[in-house]
């Protein structure tokens, strides 16, 4: 049984290499290997669906490019990853992480350090199939842990799916992600084992981050870490969004954490301004505003979302002036 299915995955890496690599024509390949078209179709389809094949759409286009320029001009970016607009979130998040991917793909080298944060958004990358791999990459902790999260949104399990992807090592932070109160934060920092993985964040190459929100379906929502009234108190002071769980933010990009921040052990805003590549990914429509906040705190350089979501943030930028 196992020689069947080496060979079966032979017989479609062949096929799915002579179509989208070599470009030869379905006949063609039929008639060299001995099968039928309508064959050659249905292998092809299968290789797509095991995960053999993966196609990906480079979205661009002179609007995009515009955007991208004044993007990088107003907010002092280095880059903007515009994903296509989908209907389902699942999908928008996805084509935001195969340009984060693609991107990696390309300036990733050995030896560098990325520090990874937590969330749907971030762990979407590390879903993506690479097509390429390296042997020394670390993939490090950017937060602690936290059981609410479930494996897929713990920075930890994102890392070590990245290194499973990318090659290289994943570097947990033995630290939970929130703790009830600064003070208590404070002194976590200063244990050894976890200032020696947060130094090691903070000296990365590439930082993976998500952007929040105090909406309902938002990161910090699901993990029940703030009590409504928190979540209300801190709006009312003007909180829009915040970096890694710890440093909330105003629309203008100001630290707003009087209500609700400095409970989680991870990276600071002026930890990521040390970062040279600071990625920021953020997929949903909810998020515009925490995202306009986000640019405007000057901790990352890199934004990664759906062109709906960059001309909204465009239209709201305006609207401040």
């Not at 954490?257 to 997929?283: C, F, M, P, Q, Y």
């Amino acid at each position: 049984m196992a020689s069947d299915e080496s060979e079966s995955v032979g017989l479609l890496a062949e096929i799915a290499r002579r179509y989208f690599i070599e470009h030869e024509t379905q006949d063609t390949i039929g008639r060299a290997l001995g099968v039928n078209r309508m064959k050659v179709n249905r292998l092809l389809r299968e290789a797509q669906d095991r995960g053999l094949v993966e196609i990906r759409v480079r979205f661009h286009s002179s609007q995009t490019r515009e955007i991208e320029q004044e993007f990088c001009d107003r907010f002092g970016l280095k880059n903007l990853l515009v994903a296509p607009d989908a209907q389902s979130a699942e999908l928008r998040r996805s084509n935001v992480a195969m340009l984060v991917s693609t991107y990696l793909e390309s300036n990733l080298k050995e030896n560098s350090v990325v520090a990874v944060g937590m969330g749907r958004n971030v762990a979407a990358v590390a879903a993506v199939q690479t097509n390429r791999t390296f042997q020394s990459i670390n993939f490090v902790c950017g937060s602690g842990g936290a059981s609410e999260a479930g494996e897929e949104g713990n920075a930890d399990h994102i890392c070590r799916a990245l290194a499973r992807r990318y090659g290289g090592t994943a570097t947990t932070l033995y630290s939970p992600a929130f703790v009830p109160d600064a003070d208590l934060r404070e002194a976590l920092m200063q244990h050894e084992t976890i200032r020696r993985t947060m130094n090691l964040a903070r000296s990365a190459d590439f930082a993976l981050i998500g952007i929040g929100d105090l909406g309902p379906d938002s990161h910090m929502a699901r993990m029940g870490w703030f009590t409504e009234d928190e979540f209300k108190r801190a709006q009312a002071s003007g909180v829009v969004g915040d970096l890694m769980g710890y440093d909330f933010f105003d629309r203008a990009g100001a630290p707003c954490n009087a209500e609700i921040g400095g409970r989680v052990i991870g990276l600071s805003r002026d930890d990521l301004r040390l970062i040279s590549t600071t990625i920021a990914l953020a997929s949903e429509p909810s998020k515009v505003t925490a995202m306009l906040g986000a640019l405007r705190t000057g901790s990352i350089n890199i934004l990664a979302t759906t062109l709906s979501n960059c001309l909204s943030v465009l239209e709201l930028a305006k609207k401040d002036k």
